[in-house]
Structures are given as structure tokens and as C-alpha cells.
Nanobody, 119 residues
């Protein structure tokens, strides 16, 4: 059974920091591009950042220079270090894993973790 388990969300003041973690089932982690998405109330889910198996990262413009994404392949864990947080970063953050195998595409989601940034 595939599992993505997020942790690290919470309430923080503007300008503060949080680190999100996502632990994935080993077999999936070793195949996948991993990413974080967020969804604010009334808005669509959007990509925050993702990282390939080789460690190449991609960030949304809104978080460039503030957030850092990394993965520890030995621990099947992905981290999102969020610095200089802003109220507009408030959202539920979801861990995502996706990969292709033969002709099929697979995608998995975690349950989400709430991040709230107060002004």
C-alpha cells in the first residue's frame, strides 16, 4: 500500500519558518518525482515545488528565494524548508509522488498538513 505521510505544519507568525516533511513508501520514493502542492480555501491546488530523482528542483515564482526543497533518498523523505513566511502562504500543503512505469503514469497524494501564517 502506498503511503505519503506529511508532518511539520502549524501556526507561525509572518517572517517565521517551518519545515515540512513527507515520508513515502520506499518503492514509490525511489521511482518518483516528489513535490509539494498547496491549496488555499476557495482556490485550486497549485504546485509549490518539486524535485526529480536526480535532485533537480523547480519552484513556483511566489516561493523562489524563500523555500528550499530537498530529498533524502536513504530515508525516503522529502523536506520543504519554508522561510520568510507570508500570510498568503496559508494553505493546506500536500505531498505528491508521481512516476511513469512502462506506458502508465502513477500519482499519489498525502493527506495534507495545514500551514497558517498570521500577520
Amino acid at each position: 500500500q502506498v503511503q505519503l505521510v506529511e508532518s511539520g505544519g502549524g501556526l507561525v507568525q509572518a517572517g517565521g519558518s517551518l519545515r515540512l516533511s513527507c515520508v513515502a513508501s520506499g518503492s514509490i520514493f525511489r521511482l518518483s518525482t516528489m513535490g509539494w502542492y498547496h491549496q488555499a480555501p476557495g482556490k485550486q491546488r497549485e504546485l509549490v515545488a518539486d524535485i526529480t530523482l536526480g535532485g533537480s528542483t523547480n519552484y513556483a515564482d511566489s516561493v523562489k528565494g524563500r523555500f528550499t526543497l530537498s530529498r533524502d533518498n536513504a530515508k525516503n523523505t522529502m523536506y520543504l524548508q519554508m522561510n520568510s513566511l507570508k500570510p498568503e502562504d496559508t494553505a493546506v500543503y500536500y505531498c505528491n509522488a508521481q512516476f511513469r512505469r512502462f506506458s502508465s503514469r502513477y500519482e499519489y497524494w498525502g493527506q495534507g498538513t495545514q500551514v497558517t501564517v498570521s500577520s
